[in-house]
T-cell receptor, first 111, second 117 residues
Framework: AQSVAQPEDQVNVAEGNPLTVKCTYS??????LFWYVQYPNRGLQFLLK??????LVKGSYGFEAEFNKSQTSFHLKKPSALVSDSALYFC?????????FGAGTQVVVTP | EAQVTQNPRYLITVTGKKLTVTCSQN?????MSWYRQDPGLGLRQIYY???????DKGDVPEGYKVSRKEKRNFPLILESPSPNQTSLYFC????????????????FGSGTQLSVL
């Protein structure tokens, strides 16, 4: 079974509106969860991580993510999207050296 | 500047011709790993290394080899490339790996676009 799932291939949002990118994970041990972003023709950049502790994690560029154990989800959020947030977003799960990434969600923010 | 350097950036080769993609980091990171990115599949881990002389398989290791003789370098070797290895490859490193502590942020290289004809 896939360890990390991103159910949406693409998310379209107007600039200034809230942005949510969904991620669910399979239940197996402690979830070390991450979000990364990939801008065109570039490598991935770290946004934020959940290890243990607070269920709301704050990260780079105004992004945050909410960890929900009962729903096994780790959705990425931003209160007000910018055109510059248009990129490919990956949810990932790490476990003692092994990393598994979701298929990615393309975010398109229109002016 | 702290960075992960991959070379070459682009590579076109033919089936069966051995090739090496180099990866070097200047951050004294313990952990290094290789991924391939394919449309609709996201990134899939090929191999990883937790320290010098310690390597292990990721989810898609078939057809690849790695070595970690020095802390800073982690080359990816394709002994006999095949067309299904055409992909975008990324190397990444971090100070620690998930579960080890608090410094698990991965730093990625710029990628190597490989085409095997």
């Amino acid at each position: 079974a896939q360890s990390v799932a991103q159910p949406e291939d693409q998310v379209n949002v107007a600039e200034g509106n809230p942005l949510t990118v969904k991620c669910t994970y399979s239940v197996s041990g402690n979830p070390y969860l991450f979000w990364y972003v990939q801008y065109p023709n570039r490598g991935l950049q770290f946004l934020l991580k959940y290890i243990t502790g607070d269920n709301l994690v704050k990260g780079s560029y105004g992004f945050e993510a909410e960890f929900n154990k009962s729903q096994t989800s780790f959705h990425l959020k931003k209160p007000s999207a910018l055109v510059s947030d248009s990129a490919l977003y990956f949810c990932a799960r790490g476990s003692w050296g092994k990393f598994q990434f979701g298929a990615g969600t393309q975010v398109v923010v229109t002016p | 500047e702290a960075q992960v350097t991959q070379n070459p950036r682009y590579l076109i080769t033919v089936t069966g011709k051995k090739l090496t993609v180099t990866c070097s980091q200047n951050m004294n990171h313990e952990y290094m790993s290789w991924y391939r990115q394919d449309p609709g599949l996201g990134l899939r881990q090929i191999y990883y290394s937790m320290n010098v002389e310690v390597t292990d398989k990721g989810d898609v290791p078939e057809g690849y080899k790695v070595s970690r003789k020095e802390k800073r370098n982690f080359p990816l070797i394709l002994e006999s490339p095949s067309p299904n290895q055409t992909s975008l490859y990324f190397c990444a490193s971090s100070y620690e790996f998930p579960g080890q502590g608090r410094n698990e942020k991965l730093f990625f290289g710029s990628g190597t676009q490989l085409s095997v004809l």
